[in-house]
């Protein structure tokens, strides 16, 4: 994975297939403490125990296709590389909450890349899942719940191309992608 | 801190509902794109940014977008299928932004499969 917001894509489609109803992503960036922490919190089907172990296992799958699940040791590998660190907790029939930290300044500390079209891809593709993103950067605080949107809406679909061009661009000026991208050049 | 208004919903919901009797005929075509960690790693949401820039532009209204996971054949991924009603499903390979803007023009629209991109064609038994 190139960047962290293709992370957010690959875990986020592990709650849509765990049977989620709502997703919550919360990514903030504290300067003052060096640390980029990313949590995915979902209400699907959840782990035992001993899925919990094993899922960081590259050769461990639920799919049936194949026998190597590569999406959470990516991301562990991806914290693990830049001082960071990696958890998931979970219970079954409860959800799972998936966090990843990353040391800010870290030379190989993978840059955010295109969250905006992460979100928008996810919001698409299905829509009738909440979506709760959530970022924070020191003082500044956005948030994009789509089920307050939905409720606005009334009956548009979210994947409808008015409401995604709209979400999309609120999405981008709440994560100030300019000015970050102008932080990371010269940070 | 949304800065969409509720006065921007409104008025997508006006204009969304103006709108409403194309839609009643409900969905023509299905395009799923495999958005595994393998189709991730290798350009899917491109692809899939792509497909949704295709639909925003032609104003079809009856084309349905979703995702999928991995299908096994991860090296050849990023890969989607495409489901036009009342016709069997097709499965592209090796996809990038260029190829699904074609595939979408060509097959989505006009109901011409583009047999280069496809993943295989005819019977799928040698006797």
Do not use: W
Not at chain 1, 42 to 64: A, H, N, Q, S, Y
Not at chain 2, 45 to 70: N, Y
């Amino acid at each position: 994975m190139e960047d962290i917001s293709l992370h957010i894509l690959d875990v986020v489609e592990n709650s849509v297939d765990a049977g989620a109803r709502r997703i919550e992503i919360l990514l903030a960036e504290d300067a003052s403490a060096d640390l980029l922490l990313l949590e995915i919190k979902d209400d699907g089907k959840g782990m035992d125990e001993e899925t919990i172990r094993l899922v960081t296992d590259p050769f461990f799958t639920t799919k049936t296709v194949r026998r190597i699940g590569l999406g959470l040791p990516f991301l562990k590998q991806a914290a693990e590389e830049c001082s960071g660190g990696f958890s998931i907790s979970s219970e079954k029939g409860r959800g799972t909450t998936v966090s990843a930290s990353f040391k800010r300044s870290h030379i190989d500390r993978k840059p955010l890349g295109d969250v905006g079209a992460t979100m928008m891809v996810l919001i698409a593709g299905n829509p009738d899942i909440d979506f709760l993103f959530h970022y924070r950067r020191d003082d500044y605080d956005y948030k994009l719940d789509t089920r307050e949107i939905r409720d606005e809406l009334d009956g548009v679909p979210m994947n409808s191309p008015e409401v995604l061009k709209a979400l999309r661009k609120d999405i981008d000026k709440g994560l100030g992608a300019e000015e970050n991208q102008m932080e990371e050049t010269h940070g | 801190m949304a800065r969409l208004t509720i006065e921007d919903l409104k008025r997508i919901k006006e204009e969304y509902k103006s709108t409403l009797t194309l839609r009643e005929g409900g969905s023509r075509a299905k395009v799923t794109v495999h958005m595994g960690t393998c189709g991730i790693a290798a350009g899917a949401r491109k692809v899939m940014e792509a497909l949704l820039d295709e639909i925003k532009k032609s104003e079809v209204k009856d084309v349905i977008v979703t995702t999928s996971g991995c299908a096994g054949l991860c090296s050849k991924e990023p890969m989607a299928t495409v489901e036009i009603i009342n016709e069997a499903p097709v499965k592209y390979v090796q996809l990038n932004e260029e190829k699904i803007r074609k595939i979408f023009q060509e097959h989505v629209l006009n109901g011409k499969i583009v047999e280069g991109f496809a993943l295989v064609m005819g019977s799928e038994t040698a006797y």
